[in-house]
């Protein structure tokens, strides 16, 4: 049941190793959510993404343990919402309470909101020195704000996780995490019409892979990590079946002429 999956990786602060290829969780509920989990960890998905917001941490756990993969094999991520600012240490027990581990290996704020974000950094800061997080990062974050916690802290986040896809490729924004030393992680990459659109169906077509896979591929060529979700095995499966094709110079270049202005 395993499949042809990736096993590029990008090295984080603490030494961890985060595969770029995760499984994305978000409007994943109830037993589907714990089905698909078990599904993407059995066909060789290392990297699980969820948050407080999903309602699904429970079913995320489950679905970790049913797969019968052992927890140091997986790299679990999950998200605080700028409406627990205060309660960020709070939110984080409970979110590994309902996990069932006592420590994830990246925990993001989920994104900016009205809160101070820098006390909320600083809070983060905090767990990862008590062990609750080995790597903290944040979400939808602007490059602006990404130095506004780092120089207030001294500690820059890990990553940052955005809204990417070949249509939304934007060089600057990639250069600027570069420069940074944050890892690109990139999140909704088969919606807003990314799998409907002729140039990345056309490059699919040649290949004899689906769109779904190409803009995968894309993803881990540029070194940026993408979470594909689907409830489908079928799609899980092939979402992960990337690793015996590469994506040539020419066919890179025209994907990221896609997200020009």
């Not at 979400?139 to 070949?166: H, K, Y």
């Not at 990345?200 to 077509?205: E, K, Q, S, T, V």
């Amino acid at each position: 049941m395993t499949a042809k999956v990736p096993d590029h990786t990008a090295m984080l602060p603490s030494g961890a190793s985060m595969p770029l290829l995760g499984f994305g969780t978000w409007e994943l509920d109830g037993s589907v959510a714990q089905e698909s989990v078990t599904t993407a960890l059995q066909v060789g998905y290392r990297h699980l993404d969820t948050a407080t917001v999903y309602g699904n941490e429970r079913q995320v756990g489950a679905g970790l343990r049913e797969s019968g993969t052992p927890r140091e094999q997986v790299f679990l991520t999950t998200k605080c919402p700028p409406d627990r600012a205060g309660q960020e240490i709070e939110n984080l027990r409970e979110s590994l309470q309902q996990l069932g581990t006592d420590h994830v290996d990246l925990w993001l704020v989920h994104w900016p909101g009205g809160a101070d974000v820098v006390a909320m950094w600083r809070a983060f800061v905090e767990a990862q020195e008590l062990g609750l997080a080995r790597d903290i990062g944040v979400s939808n974050f602007d490059l602006q704000q990404l130095d506004e916690v780092t120089d207030a802290t001294g500690v820059r986040p890990a990553v940052n996780q955005i809204e990417w896809s070949p249509l939304l490729f934007d060089v600057d924004v990639l250069a600027g995490h570069r420069s940074r030393g944050v890892v690109a992680e990139g999140y909704s990459a088969l919606r807003g019409g990314t799998l409907e659109h002729p140039v990345i169906g056309g490059i699919a077509d040649r290949l004899g892979r689906t769109p779904a896979q190409v803009i995968v591929r894309w993803h881990l060529q540029h070194d940026v990590v993408v979470i594909p979700r689907s409830s489908k095995p079928e799609r899980i499966r092939e979402n992960a079946e990337v690793a015996d094709f590469e994506l040539s110079a020419e066919d890179m270049a025209t994907l990221d002429a896609l997200g020009a202005p």
